[in-house]
């Protein structure tokens, strides 16, 4: 076989040159961002965790290819501040949302039968405002904890007094 390896001044191999940081950054910006002729970039996320996943993204970056915290925030336009104050603040939603569901168990304990709208009200005026999350939000942690009650079945009764013909008892 030939060897097709280029070979340098003074016959030696030359080192086939593995992508530094910043040439996979600039790589993955091309192949998310795509060829440009549309404008989906320019018009905020492309889907609805889009938003959520960044910081992710960041750590799996961070981890695999060993970019610092900073240089992975810059390629999702972020800052590393903002890659912290993401992290704190998704740990202190999830000290939040322990708080409401212990609060929701207790006065559960106490009145079974109480719905969610209800208990959405009650800790609105339990904890201070801006602290709980809004109803729908707050139905959706219900539904996804199954804190919610089951809807009552529908009763059905025989109505005799209808206007249609009545058939005897065969």
């Known amino acids: 076989k030939a060897d097709t390896h280029p070979t340098g001044s003074d016959g030696s191999r030359a080192r ?43 750590d799996r970056l961070h981890e695999q290819l060993g970019l610092t915290i900073e240089l992975a925030s810059e390629l999702f336009g972020n ?29 559960r304990q106490q009145d079974p039968g109480i719905g969610c709208l209800k208990l959405w009200l009650m800790m609105k005026g339990m904890f201070c405002e801006g602290w709980v999350p809004g109803r729908d939000q707050f139905f959706n942690l219900m539904r996804t904890f199954g804190i919610t009650l089951k809807r009552p079945k529908p009763r059905h009764t025989t109505n005799s007094n209808h206007r249609y013909h009545k058939y005897l008892h065969i």
């Open 16 to 58: 086939a040159a593995h992508p530094g940081p910043r040439e996979v950054i600039e790589a993955l910006t091309a192949e998310v961002q795509g060829t440009g002729d549309d404008d989906r970039h320019c018009r905020g996320a492309r889907h609805a965790s889009a938003k959520k996943i960044w910081c992710q993204a960041v």
């Open 79 to 107: 800052t590393r501040q903002a890659y912290y104050q993401k992290k704190r603040d998704e740990a202190e939603w999830i000290r939040r949302v322990n708080r409401i569901l212990d609060a929701a168990s207790e006065i």
